[in-house]
């Protein structure tokens, strides 16, 4: 059974930094892609990052160079460092995975073809 758990979340005030992590069970994050994703109140959700097996990385705009995602095979997590932290950052984050042969390569963040998806960490940014 896959089972993917976020933590890390938390307020922090604007230009301050979380790290949240995916924990997997039931599928090694080494062998698939894992997606980052974030819903802001009131709108839909959104890709923020992405890590395809093998350990490269895709950004959306919005946190180039501030956010930097990452993964420990050994703990079988991947993580999600976010610095400058913005009040729009504030929201739900969730964290997904597909087989990489499933994703579309010019769009990472198809959320329709992730296949499991964690419950989510509340992230809040005060300005």
């Known amino acids: 059974q896959v089972r993917l758990v976020e933590s890390g979340g938390g307020s922090v005030q604007a230009g301050g930094s979380l790290r949240l992590s995916c924990a997997a069970s039931?599928?090694?994050?080494?062998?698939?892609?894992i997606g980052w994703f974030h819903q802001a109140p009131g709108k839909e959700r959104e890709g923020v990052a992405a890590?395809?097996?093998?350990?490269?990385?895709y950004y959306a705009a919005s946190v180039k160079g501030r956010f930097t995602i990452s993964q420990d095979n050994a703990e079988n997590t991947v993580f999600l460092q976010m610095n400058n932290l913005k009040p729009e950052d504030t929201g739900v984050y969730y964290c997904?995975?597909?087989?990489?042969?499933?994703?579309?390569?010019?769009?990472?963040?198809?959320?329709?073809?992730?296949?499991?998806w964690g419950p989510g960490t509340q992230v809040t940014v005060s300005s």
């Open positions: 997904a995975t597909v087989l990489c042969y499933e994703m579309d390569e010019n769009n990472w963040f198809l959320q329709d073809r992730y296949n499991y």
């Open positions: 039931g599928v090694r994050v080494s062998t698939r892609c």
């Open positions: 890590i395809r097996a093998g350990g490269i990385p």
